[in-house]
């Protein structure tokens, strides 16, 4: 095969007029597919059933606590030792909730903007403008919350080691700016894991705002699918010893280590946060799901039984993004028309067509009955400004079903892409 | 029995003498009782065991969603109608959620306060001053959340049939004057049932404030424990007949039917309301635990089905009522110093002391081991105006334990109200 940007005229045509044959051709197999979202498939749901009629022994008090009843605002505290212990943080440090670790990220920015966060003079919304840094590509939903609270969201790249800390240590002299999302370990969608120097540079910003706040989203912390458990900077850590141990909340999840539908979420912070925090979250709830708390803990029981567990998860996922990368590998790296990711964990192939393709690629699939995130959703105010990141998630679908989406992703790259250069 | 305002000087020294021997008596037995919360006992939590290890059949699809897995922000198609069969509403304006009501109640006015409601002009953290009202006593949870957000409370005066209309229509009038808090049923402490007439007075008021909000916290809905179900008007339907459809949301909860601990809550309102609310909960989070809404809805399925669970509640909660109230009518009616409702559901007994012994009758109490909720805390502020309301909350204690609790109770009111007498 040629590269695309060696064809001649006639030989694009060529190209072109083969690629929408074979559109058609996917069109009339009339598919419905999707690689939307980073959902787990059925088969890893499976893997966690048993948890769901724990426990056996009909005991339901631990650490002197019936979970069934109100109480323990902050979690039952066998729960919070097992996210400490995945975390590398103390337990003091954390706060069990329910199922959802958005819903705390956006009450820590609710909180922001209702009372302030700990160092704040004053609550977000009584501020004229509030700015964000937002490295991108990135997790669609970050931006959402940034958009519901109407800050500007300022865009950062991306590098192979995470975010451009040049732009950021630049920014952050900014009072405005108020804070920045991270996905540290398996950015969503690159499938990045930040380098020791950059989560150093991050820890030792020093903001003109003195709230200024790290939002660590670890939803990947212990999600690898490709080799082993590749340990990490504990964040808390290197804020406490930069001096700024306030500037920072990490979230963490068992959507992808148990259910998404039904898992449990924490944050972890400084005491002084957890402190402060508490007393405004007393006023939101009495407790949260200590149930299910209490399931999880005696499934997963710690660290090394959730990575034992994160093994049954890898033998599912590797295999799927072995089959989507061998589609890319084969059908689309020689003719030169898009880049993409190898990623160890996580759950997405973060690709990137010619620019000016993503959109185009993302409607061709479309019509071909193939779901994909859309096209710009990676980057603030859902605008790519070189129209070329598209997101895949291989989770979901049943192998058969992947290899036949990414039959047609392909497809559409090299329709796509021969029309561009065409004009 | 002699009514203490009927003793002479010297009578009354006696009394408060023997009083105080009784107390004696009291603390020598080193008690450690709760009567402090509306916790739900032990054997109540183990009526709703068999329902965690639901489904039994390791089906883990309803209305062709997997409940294991994201989506669905609003809930299971059939616990929104489960909710809604409780409620008497439309399916279409329930919205099923987390464990908690309160979260969903703090967020409805956390939302207020960033992004306005439906009809709001501006956000309410944009105002200078916004006031809501406050029938008390009443539930200091609600009152903490006013707090929190430093909102202006304004008491409102609890009837036997309700809030104090007059005042209420008063008050609305005051274009600052943003919304009203209601326990409808079985109100939180008294007991009390609004009637008819009232919840046409409520439903019918036209405010100042076009964004003025009923929380209408219907935590009792199904809580007789003594006698039949009591039907009771459906709120959003009363506002839709009197052409203000937006003006409530309501809010219900399997807190005090399953587990207080892991329960599903809801909130109902307008179609109008749900479109508005749900785009503001979509930045806030992918989807509730829909797993423990499955559970629910398989072993409570519908009202009916609700109600027969309910029996089983009020045969354990009906003789700790009866205890308590035996306890108050034999030692303390006859000495004329407290007067207290009878309900026939809710969680409380609302009692009311001579004025001014509220706050010293709970230190007595304290000093002797029993845990009540604190005096005051069921006005905002924590500021009872007469010092004499003091709420009792029978169901946790075991029944023994009460009546030991119940005679403390009573020891301490005699012993405070003689001090008090006497100057």
């Not at 779901?371 to 710009?376: D, H, P």
């Not at 192998?399 to 790259?413: N, Q, Y």
Request: aromatic residues 8%.
């Amino acid at each position: 095969m040629k590269r695309l940007s060696e064809m001649t005229q006639s030989e694009l045509i060529s190209f072109r007029d083969a690629a929408a044959k074979e559109y058609e051709a996917c069109k009339a197999k009339n598919l419905k597919l999707d690689m939307s979202r980073g959902k787990p498939g059925t088969e890893q749901l499976n893997l966690s059933n048993e948890m769901l009629s724990l426990p056996k022994d009909g005991n339901f008090v631990i650490d002197g606590i019936d979970v069934r009843n109100y109480g323990n605002l902050d979690g039952i505290p066998s729960c919070r030792a097992m996210f400490a212990d995945i975390l590398g943080v103390k337990k003091e440090e954390v706060f069990a909730a329910g199922s959802a670790s958005l819903n705390l990220m956006y009450d820590v920015i609710a909180k922001a903007y209702t009372h302030g966060l700990l160092h704040s003079d004053t609550p977000w919304s009584k501020l004229d403008k509030v700015k964000f840094l937002c490295p991108a590509p990135g997790y669609d939903r970050h931006f959402t919350i940034c958009e519901s609270f109407g800050m500007e969201m300022i865009t950062i790249p991306l590098n192979d080691d995470g975010p451009d800390m040049d732009l950021v240590e630049k920014y952050v002299k900014d009072a405005a700016v108020k804070g920045i999302w991270c996905v540290p370990k398996y950015s969503n969608p690159d499938g990045v894991i930040y380098s020791d120097a950059t989560v150093a540079r991050i820890a030792n910003l020093k903001p003109a705002a003195k709230d200024f706040v790290i939002m660590w989203d670890n939803a990947y912390c212990v999600h690898e699918f490709d080799g082993p458990f590749v340990p990490f900077k504990d964040i808390l850590t290197e804020c406490r010893n930069a001096g700024s141990p306030d500037m920072v909340y990490e979230f963490a999840s068992t959507s992808k280590i148990t259910f998404p539908g039904a898992g449990v979420a924490c944050f972890a912070c400084s005491e002084a946060n957890m402190a402060y925090m508490k007393t405004l979250l007393n006023a939101e709830t009495i407790s949260y799901d200590k149930m299910n708390q209490y399931r999880h803990v005696l499934f997963l029981r710690d660290r090394a039984g959730t990575l034992a567990h994160m093994q049954k998860h890898a033998a599912i996922m590797k295999p799927k993004f072995d089959a989507v990368l061998a589609a890319l590998d084969t059908k689309i790296a020689p003719l030169g028309i898009a880049t993409w990711r190898r990623p160890k964990g996580g759950y997405f192939i973060s690709l990137y067509t010619m620019d000016g393709c993503a959109k185009r690629t993302h409607q061709l699939m479309k019509e071909a009955g193939v779901v994909m995130t859309g096209a710009g959703a990676t980057y603030p105010y859902g605008k790519d400004p070189k129209d070329s990141n598209l997101r895949i998630a291989p989770s979901l679908p049943p192998i058969e079903e992947l290899r036949a989406a990414s039959d047609v992703l392909c497809t559409c790259l090299k329709l796509a892409a021969a029309e561009k250069l065409l004009g």
